[in-house]
């Protein structure tokens, strides 16, 4: 609830020297969210007033976050860790705020479009069961989508049950391999920097073969579904570095023809623009802090602002997201407003830096238009959620779902197994109405980690949500965490989840398989940090992928 009058009315005083400053007088920052969205808008801010000058705007959101930080760890469980989870998504994963900004990177090489290798050869297999269902997939984050894709190319059919959307929708939207591996930048090929990494990590457990398996199964679900996504990555020079709304950068392997990291490798000279009322997006933070990455070295980078869409005269009438901006540009109107407001800014840069706001659906239908009308390169920068880029993917899956004719049985939480001689028999869901039993011969687990409750945390002590599985985690609080916020590998709560095999069974206290027929796949599993790595999105791929090959 501070206003940005009040902020700035705090800042510009002379006793204000951090960010901190302005916290213990405007309380900012010490809501619900501590911090997770109002630190971008807040170091936008002073940016733009020039109200800190001497601090870069990374040193800001580390020092920030850092100092709420200390006052979250002694209650670091249940909603609060929930909580936490988002916020490492937010300027861990998709900003990067913690990741490198100097030293040497690999050169750019020039995309080429993602294509799948050659699937498997369909096999109807007569139902084991009454229900008349193959395989249950439980979880529509991403791994789960992808599990549910895989086993309906195969052939199988499949049921999947859901609570809600997962988290692809609030995440960065590119497919990450692998960004950092014991806390040094992986410059070079992710798949060989995969033996870094520890034994029970799930790249180390599936191997790296199934995960180039399945980026050639993602491909050919991007070209049932209008294309559009681009290899970035290369084993060769290792993934490309793509400009970020914090003015960092981020290694990617797949991305979509809006973040082509040709077009920046090629370009001298680039205007980031702005919005009117979109708090979440700061063209003067982006420009500043992209200035200091040697990406950018000798580089000109200009910032503007272009008038809201909605509103009078340009005056915005409330607070505007990328998402309300991206699915505006759906629309011809949507798409003629941006080619007007480009068209009229005042840079002649080569290279237009934007939120991503350019439509909501796969493809590359809108880029492609405003890139040919303004006869300029445009690029997107990764943006705090709603993400639009994982909203295009999360659609993308959801039409090959739909096509190949998976069933779903939408907003259900499973509330427990049904376990026999050692094999799961059925799940149960509870629904307003009555409980339901669904009966299938194989189950993918893909149920999400402390974000989605598919693990449940309490002092002490922590579970997995469906089966019940205890999961071994200190008694003492503070040993969850480390004291400092931002760090590589270093926090015990980051790779929480379900130890399993290399066949993606659980195992029990004696390192023995529960059940041979259950499979957990994303970040229900342990061993992993998906926000420090830059692995969470590929994880979730290959584990999603890989279980159906088990089954």
Not at 180 to 197: I, K, S, W
Not at 435 to 446: D, L, Q
Not at 454 to 478: H, M, R, S, Y
């Amino acid at each position: 609830m501070v206003t940005l009058a009040e902020f700035e009315a705090v800042a510009s005083e002379v006793t204000s020297h951090s960010l901190g400053d302005i916290r213990r007088r405007t309380r900012l920052g010490m809501g619900t969210c501590q911090g997770s969205f109002c630190a971008l808008r807040a170091t936008g801010a002073l940016v733009e007033n020039a109200l800190i000058p001497d601090e870069s705007p990374r040193d800001l959101f580390r020092q920030f976050l850092q100092e709420r930080w200390g006052g979250i760890r002694p209650l670091l469980w249940g909603t609060q860790l929930k909580e936490i989870e988002l916020e490492r998504g937010i300027y861990d994963a998709t900003l990067n705020v913690d990741g490198n900004s100097a030293g040497t990177f690999p050169p750019c090489r020039e995309p080429r479009p993602l294509q799948g290798g050659g699937g498997p050869e369909p096999v109807r297999r007569e139902p084991q069961t009454a229900g008349g269902y193959d395989v249950i997939v439980v979880g529509a984050g991403f791994s789960g989508l992808v599990a549910a894709a895989t086993a309906a190319e195969r052939g199988r059919r499949v049921l999947l049950i859901n609570r809600g959307g997962g988290a692809l929708t609030i995440g960065g939207g590119t497919v990450d391999i692998l960004g950092f591996a014991g806390g040094e930048a992986v410059t070079d090929n992710p798949f060989d920097a995969m033996n870094r990494l520890g034994p029970s990590h799930p790249y180390r457990l599936i191997g790296p073969e199934a995960v180039r398996e399945s980026l050639n199964f993602l491909g050919r679900v991007m070209e049932n579904q209008g294309g559009g996504m681009l290899l970035a990555g290369s084993e060769d020079t290792g993934s490309a570095w793509l400009p970020t709304a914090a003015g960092t950068m981020k290694p990617t392997w797949v991305t979509g023809q809006g973040m082509n990291p040709a077009s920046i490798a090629g370009s001298a000279s680039f205007v980031v623009v702005g919005i009117t009322g979109m708090k979440d997006f700061s063209p003067q933070l982006a420009a500043c802090g992209l200035r200091q990455w040697p990406q950018f070295a000798g580089k000109r980078i200009d910032h503007e602002m272009i008038a809201s869409p909605f509103g009078d005269k340009g005056t915005p009438v409330r607070d505007t997201t990328a998402l309300d901006l991206a699915s505006f540009l759906n629309s011809d109107d949507g798409k003629a407003w941006l080619t007007d407001a480009l068209s009229g800014i005042r840079s002649d840069a080569e290279c237009v830096l934007l939120p991503t706001i350019l439509g909501t659906m796969p493809g590359n239908a809108v880029h492609t238009h405003i890139e040919r009308t303004i006869r300029r390169k445009v690029v997107e920068l990764f943006c705090p959620p709603p993400s639009v880029t994982g909203l295009r993917m999360h659609r993308a899956l959801m039409r090959e779902l739909r096509a190949r004719g998976v069933d779903f049985v939408e907003n259900a939480t499973v509330t427990r197994a049904v376990v026999e001689t050692g094999r799961c028999r059925s799940l149960v869901t509870g629904l307003p109405d009555k409980e339901r039993e669904y009966t299938a011969p194989s189950f993918i687990i893909a149920t999400g980690g402390l974000f989605n409750e598919g693990v449940k945390t309490w002092p002490g002590k922590a579970l997995e949500a469906v089966f019940n599985i205890p999961i071994p985690v200190p008694a003492v609080q503070d040993e969850w965490s480390r004291a400092q916020f931002f760090g590589h590998g270093e926090h015990l709560f980051a790779s929480l989840g379900v130890p399993v095999n290399n066949r993606l069974n659980p195992l029990g206290t004696d390192g023995e398989a529960l059940w041979t027929n259950v499979y957990f796949v994303g970040r229900s599993l342990g061993g992993y940090d998906f926000a420090s790595e830059k692995s969470g999105i590929v994880v979730a791929l290959a584990n999603g992928h890989f279980a159906v090959t088990l089954v």
